[in-house]
């Protein structure tokens, strides 16, 4: 039997959490919604969903792996099924599965590139947790994670917004000042580059 680590199992109480509001959304993008701007720059709402679902099942995929492999090491070409909705709940099921049978206790392998599983888990219920609020906003809909989540994404994006990620034209935006007491889902907006009032009006 694995004996997962407390943090381990809280990062994915949260992460199942996050996608089962990620399914919500994903399920209310509406086909004149599909080439609406998002608050990425570079992503209308299409492509937004398209990398958010290609990424989760690819990631999902990887931690199912006895080896920790994914099957691909990027999603170029991939597109979303006729039930985007369904398709994030099985890899949700999927990621949680393997994690709660220990995946996490492995690399996690994209190409020849391959991480700490529980860095990468962390970087799952970050990331999700901002696209999630993306895709909501584009199409008018709500996005509240747990707080919990939002704050235990605080502790560990800073350490992954390096000089190398972070600024005008990488990964991550510039951050947005956002104030000291604003709620954490704001504040972690703003650190990984988001505008928390951005509109698509």
């Given at each position: 039997m694995t004996v997962m680590?407390?943090?381990?199992?809280?990062?994915?109480?949260?992460?199942v959490t996050v996608l089962s509001d990620l399914?919500?959304?994903?399920?209310?993008?509406?086909?004149?919604?599909?080439?609406?701007?998002?608050?990425c720059a570079d992503w209308d709402v299409e492509q937004l969903r398209d990398h958010v679902l290609g990424w989760l099942t690819t990631f999902a995929a990887g931690f199912a792996d006895a080896?920790?492999?994914?099957?691909?090491?990027d999603i170029a070409g991939y597109r979303s099924p006729a039930d985007p909705a369904q398709a994030v709940r099985l890899a949700a099921d999927q990621l949680a599965?393997?994690?709660r049978g220990g995946a996490a206790q492995r690399p996690l392998r994209l190409g020849e590139?391959?991480?700490?599983?529980?860095?990468?888990?962390?970087?799952?219920?970050?990331?999700?947790?901002?696209?999630?609020?993306?895709?909501?906003?584009a199409t008018c809909q709500g996005w509240a994670p747990p707080t919990a989540a939002s704050e235990a994404s605080l502790g560990f994006a800073p350490a992954m917004l390096t000089d190398d990620y972070q600024g005008h034209g990488k990964a991550f935006g510039p951050p947005v000042a956002v104030p000291g007491d604003a709620p954490p889902l704001e504040r972690l907006l703003?650190?990984?580059?988001?505008?928390?009032?951005?509109?698509?009006?």
């Amino acid at each position: 039997m694995t004996v997962m680590h407390p943090s381990t199992e809280r990062t994915t109480d949260l992460l199942v959490t996050v996608l089962s509001d990620l399914a919500v959304v994903v399920g209310g993008v509406a086909a004149e919604h599909l080439s609406d701007p998002t608050p990425c720059a570079d992503w209308d709402v299409e492509q937004l969903r398209d990398h958010v679902l290609g990424w989760l099942t690819t990631f999902a995929a990887g931690f199912a792996d006895a080896q920790g492999r994914a099957p691909q090491a990027d999603i170029a070409g991939y597109r979303s099924p006729a039930d985007p909705a369904q398709a994030v709940r099985l890899a949700a099921d999927q990621l949680a599965r393997a994690i709660r049978g220990g995946a996490a206790q492995r690399p996690l392998r994209l190409g020849e590139n391959a991480m700490p599983g529980e860095l990468a888990l962390g970087m799952i219920l970050w990331e999700y947790q901002v696209h999630g609020w993306d895709l909501a906003r584009a199409t008018c809909q709500g996005w509240a994670p747990p707080t919990a989540a939002s704050e235990a994404s605080l502790g560990f994006a800073p350490a992954m917004l390096t000089d190398d990620y972070q600024g005008h034209g990488k990964a991550f935006g510039p951050p947005v000042a956002v104030p000291g007491d604003a709620p954490p889902l704001e504040r972690l907006l703003g650190l990984s580059g988001r505008d928390p009032g951005w509109s698509a009006a």
